[in-house]
């Protein structure tokens, strides 16, 4: 996979996380600059999960998103569409759930879980508003979604430092300590071409969502976006 674009074929975005599966964790915190783990505590917190309930976490690779629900009681279930990775986060965390399927056509019944999170991955869905349509029809009536994706620093200055970055010094970064450096390259166009703040949270209400609302974190570079599946009348 050359350039990134908004189509995407699945089998080879699977085959590009299936390869840097067994460093990908390292890499990123590398890569963010330690912020990863920073923005998923984040997360775990908008998603506000307590014992009792069950959690949808997609794109969940490895599991390191998956592993704080897990650790505090929490039924998680952690589904990605690269078995590599998953086959990673497996030998690491064999008490956890983890389960292949893709966003588009999840492989749960209708109202399974209390809430669903997906970070860092509806980017790399070949199809996003069927993903968030597919997240909804899984999410119980009342329940949660909570989705975090790179997205468009605020400050104009900040942008142009920040794009290059992504296209310059992160693939530099990138040859020196990741087994495909080409991948990061195609991750790195990948948040170019995402739409930002605004144009997300219109996905999310135009696929059914309600409550919808954003955080933006370290400047905008990523965006905490929250929602809500109507109550049942």
Not at 28 to 49: K, P
Not at 96 to 102: E, N, P, R, S, Y
Not at 205 to 224: D, H, K, Q
């Amino acid at each position: 996979m050359n350039r990134a674009s908004l189509e995407k074929r699945p089998e080879e975005v699977a085959a590009m996380f299936d390869d840097v599966a067994p460093k990908y964790d390292i890499v990123n915190d590398i890569l963010s600059l330690g912020q990863t783990r920073r923005w998923r505590r984040i997360v775990v917190d908008a998603v506000g999960a307590v014992p009792g309930q069950r959690v949808l976490d997609l794109a969940a690779g490895t599991g390191t998103s998956s592993e704080p629900y897990a650790d505090a009681g929490v039924d998680v279930v952690a589904c990605d569409f690269s078995v590599g990775m998953l086959k990673v986060g497996k030998r690491r965390r064999p008490d956890i759930d983890f389960v292949a399927g893709d966003a588009t056509n999840l492989p749960f019944a209708d109202d399974s879980f209390d809430a669903t999170t997906i970070s860092f991955g509806l980017r790399n869905v070949i199809d996003p508003k069927k993903a968030l349509r597919e997240m909804l029809r899984v999410t119980k009536p009342g329940g949660k979604l909570v989705v975090a994706e790179f997205s468009h620093p605020t400050l104009t200055l900040f942008r142009t430092v920040y794009t290059e970055y992504l296209m310059r010094a992160l693939p530099s970064i990138a040859t020196k300590v990741a087994s495909n450096p080409a991948a990061y390259v195609y991750l790195a166009e990948s948040i170019r071409a995402w739409p930002n703040q605004e144009q997300l949270s219109a996905w999310l209400s135009e696929s059914g969502w309600e409550t919808v609302a954003y955080r933006n974190l370290t400047g905008g570079i990523v965006a905490v976006h929250r929602a809500t599946k109507a109550a049942a009348s």
